[in-house]
């Protein structure tokens, strides 16, 4: 059992730190909207933080994970990257923000899906830990999902109707 539990553990923190990359990524290529801007640099804050208690959950699971988000960019996000700034360029920036803001969301819905199967799998343990580590972390994650869609739809008609 400890070991899908680990695996549990393991998913989710490196599905934060891509989340933690995510909201990096959204910050700074739209440096120019300082709301963007700022708020993806405090929800990846909210992230950064789960990393960090999951690699505490994961020590008491035999697991050695980085407690720190990272921020290495790997040849993968390399290649990501530039495909985004030549479609930015053809497309223009409102539509590269949706495009992010999209990419953004289905991260976070991915990363609270985690959360919910790690908060099951705590109760049905009873292992109080966990669970409460999910009953912190996971309405954050929420909050973040729920702000990439409504920036989506604050910008969405706009930026396909005009320009």
Known sequence: MTDKVSFAIEELHRDERHLVAELMHLSDRHHADHEIHHVARDLAGWSREHVRVL????????????????????????????GSDLLGRHHGPALLLIRDLRALHRAAAGVSLDWDVLAQ???????????????????????????????????????????
């Open 55 to 82: 690699a505490e959950l994961g020590a008491a699971h035999g697991l050695d994970l980085d407690r720190e988000a990272g921020g290495a960019s790997t040849l993968l996000a390399a290649a990501r990257h530039k």
């Open 121 to 163: 799998t705590a109760q049905a343990l009873k292992d109080t830990d966990l669970f409460a580590a999910a009953q912190r972390c996971h309405p954050q994650t929420l909050r973040q999902m729920r702000w990439a869609e409504a920036t989506v739809k604050a910008v969405s008609a706009q930026a396909l109707v005009t320009g």
